[in-house]
C-alpha cells in the first residue's frame, strides 16, 4: 500500500565537518592464471568527488621483487595515499600499470579477478569485487571499476544503527507530568519511538541528547520519510506510556511545551555523522500531535503480498461524551476510497441489529467503555476514547488508500430495517483519526501485545500512515451527517 503525500515541511541534511578522511588504504590483489610481475608499478587512483569524474586521491604499488603478485594467489598490500581520503567522495577506483623504471616495456598480461579495498581505521569493507575478469597488457593498460554502491558524497544514503535525537526547549518547559514522543518512520514502513520527557520532563531553554533505539535495522538519512512529535494522545495511538486524566481533575497533559530544536543524527563512524533538522515539528504544541513529511510517497507494508496476520486498522478518537443507551444515539460507518477510484468502500458499520456495534471480537468497532457512574447500564465512551476498525489491506484493488469518510447513520431496527442516514437529536464528538498497518493476533486491541499474543518486532514497528487530526473537533448530527479526511493533504489545523 503506497500513501502519497504533500511535503509539509523543508528537510535539511547538514554533514558534520570532521570526516575520517584516511592516509592510507588495505588492498587485496586476487590474481588469475598470470600474475603481476615485479617490473611493474601499478598506480590506484579514487575517482568521483562532487562532478563524479574527479581524481580526489591516489597511491602507487610497486609488487615484491622477484616473485612480484603471484598467479592464482592473493596478494595483500597497504597503499598510502596522497592526498588524504574521504572514502564517501569515491565513485570507482582506476588501476593503471606501467614499468616500474623509465622505458620499460609491458611484456607480459596481469590477469586480475578479485580486489578488495578496506578502511583500515575500523576494517569496513570499502569495495569488493571477485569476479572482475580483467586483463592488463601492452594495449590495455588502464582498467575501471564500476560505479560503487556505497558511493555518497552527503552520506545521506549511507545505513546505521546508531541515530539519535536532540531536543531542545524554548522558554516554556516540558512538565515531569506530561508526555511527549517523537515517532520517525522510514522508507520501508518500519518505525522508531522515541519517548520524552515522560517521568523526569524537560527544563525551559534545556537542550537533551535522546538514543534512538532501531532494534536490527539499519537506516539511512534519505530512508526517513515521515517524523511525527505527539503530545498527550492515547497510549493506543503511540505506546509513549502517556498519563491520563482522571474524571474530574485537571488535563496534565495540556500544558504548553515551546520545542526551540528537534534534530535527528544519523552516525557513520567515530567521526562522522549526518544532521536533519525537523524544522516542520518546532514550535509551541499544548496537546496534540505535530508531522514533518519528507518524500512524496510511503509504503506502510514492504510488499504488496499482505502477510498472514498483517491488516489495516483505522481509529476514530472520540471526545467528549457518547453513550450506547438508546436508539437514537448516532452509530459511525467508515468508508475508503484508494487513488483511481471513485467509488468509497464500507469497512465499518451495522447492517443488521444483532450485530455488535462496540465491544470485543466479532463487533463493528473495537472499543474501551468507560463505566464511570455507578448504576450506568450501558457503556460510556468518556472524555478521550479509541473506536478502532480492522479490515484486509488489499481486496480487489492494491492501490493506496487516499480518503477515509466518517459517516452516522441511525442503528438498524430489529426485523429487516438497516442503517439509514442518522435522524435523530443527539451528536457524536470526532477528535482525529488514524490509519496503519497493524498484526492482531491473539488479542482484540493489536499494536501494544500487552493483551497477550504473538508480536513480531516488524508488527509492532510498522503501523502507522497517517497522523491524527487533533487541532479540531468535528461534530456530527442529524444536520452534517459525514466527514472527509484526504490522505495525501493536510488535515485542516495541522502543522
Not at 363 to 382: L, M
Not at 445 to 461: D, E, P, T, V
Request: charged share 20%; proline share 4%; net charge positive.
Amino acid at each position: 500500500m503506497k500513501i502519497r503525500w504533500v511535503a509539509l515541511a523543508a528537510l535539511s541534511v547538514v554533514s558534520s565537518a570532521v570526516f575520517a578522511d584516511l592516509d592510507k588504504v588495505s588492498v587485496d590483489f586476487a590474481q588469475g592464471n598470470r600474475g603481476c610481475p615485479h617490473t611493474y608499478r601499478i598506480t590506484m587512483e579514487f575517482v568521483g568527488g562532487r562532478d563524479g569524474n574527479s581524481v580526489v586521491s591516489r597511491g602507487t604499488i610497486d609488487p615484491p621483487e622477484t616473485a612480484g603478485f603471484p598467479a592464482n594467489k592473493t596478494s595483500h598490500v597497504v597503499v598510502n595515499l596522497s592526498p588524504r581520503l574521504n572514502p564517501r567522495m569515491v565513485k570507482s577506483v582506476r588501476l593503471r600499470i606501467q614499468g616500474d623504471r623509465p622505458g620499460q616495456d609491458i611484456t607480459s598480461p596481469w590477469d586480475l579477478n578479485g580486489l578488495r579495498i578496506e578502511n583500515l581505521e575500523n576494517r569496513r569493507v570499502m569495495w569488493n569485487a571477485t569476479s572482475l575478469g580483467w586483463t592488463f597488457d601492452a594495449r590495455n593498460t588502464t582498467k575501471t571499476s564500476a560505479n560503487w554502491a556505497t558511493y555518497d558524497v552527503d552520506g545521506r544514503a549511507t545505513k546505521t544503527k546508531k541515530w539519535s535525537i536532540r531536543v531542545a526547549t524554548g522558554g516554556d518547559d516540558l512538565r515531569d507530568d506530561s508526555s511527549a514522543g517523537l515517532l520517525l518512520v522510514f522508507r520501508d514502513g518500519t518505525s522508531a519511538r522515541v519517548d520524552i520527557g515522560y517521568a523526569k520532563g524537560l527544563k525551559a531553554n534545556s537542550t537533551s541528547l535522546i538514543n534512538v533505539n532501531l532494534g536490527n535495522t539499519e537506516q539511512s538519512v534519505n530512508d526517513l520519510i515521515q517524523a511525527y512529535l505527539v503530545k498527550s494522545t492515547d497510549a493506543l495511538f503511540f505506546g509513549f506510556q502517556n498519563k491520563f486524566r482522571a474524571l474530574g481533575s485537571r488535563d496534565l497533559n495540556a500544558d504548553t511545551w515551546d520545542v526551540r530544536e528537534l534534530t535527528a543524527f544519523a552516525e557513520l563512524g567515530d567521526r562522522d555523522s549526518v544532521q536533519t533538522n525537523l524544522r516542520g515539528l518546532q514550535g509551541t504544541i499544548t496537546e496534540g500531535i505535530k508531522q514533518a513529511v519528507m518524500a512524496s510517497d510511503f509504503h506502510p507494508l514492504p510488499s504488496r503480498q499482505s502477510p498472514a496476520g498483517i491488516g489495516v486498522r483505522l481509529g476514530v478518537l472520540l471526545t467528549g461524551s457518547y453513550p450506547q443507551d438508546g436508539q437514537e444515539v448516532p452509530e459511525i460507518h467508515a468508508f475508503i476510497r484508494r487513488r483511481g477510484e471513485r467509488d468509497f468502500v464500507r469497512v465499518a458499520g451495522r447492517s443488521a441489529a444483532n450485530q455488535a456495534y462496540i465491544g470485543g471480537r466479532g463487533a463493528v468497532w473495537t472499543g474501551q467503555a468507560s463505566y464511570i457512574s455507578q448504576g450506568r447500564p450501558s457503556p460510556v465512551y468518556e472524555a478521550q476514547q479509541n473506536m478502532l476498525c480492522d479490515f484486509a489491506p488489499w481486496r480487489d484493488s492494491a492501490s493506496p488508500i487516499e480518503e477515509v469518510k466518517l459517516a452516522v447513520y441511525d442503528g438498524p431496527r430489529p426485523g429487516g430495517v438497516v442503517s439509514q442516514p442518522y435522524s435523530g437529536s443527539r451528536s457524536v464528538s470526532i477528535r482525529g483519526i488514524w490509519l496503519g498497518a497493524q498484526g492482531n493476533i491473539g488479542t482484540p486491541y493489536g499494536m501494544q501485545g500487552n493483551s497477550g499474543g504473538a508480536f513480531s518486532q516488524a508488527l509492532i514497528h510498522n503501523y502507522l500512515t497517517i497522523g491524527m487530526d487533533l487541532a479540531r473537533t468535528v461534530t456530527l448530527d442529524r444536520n452534517r451527517r459525514e466527514v472527509t479526511y484526504r490522505i495525501n493533504h493536510t488535515m485542516p489545523g495541522q502543522s
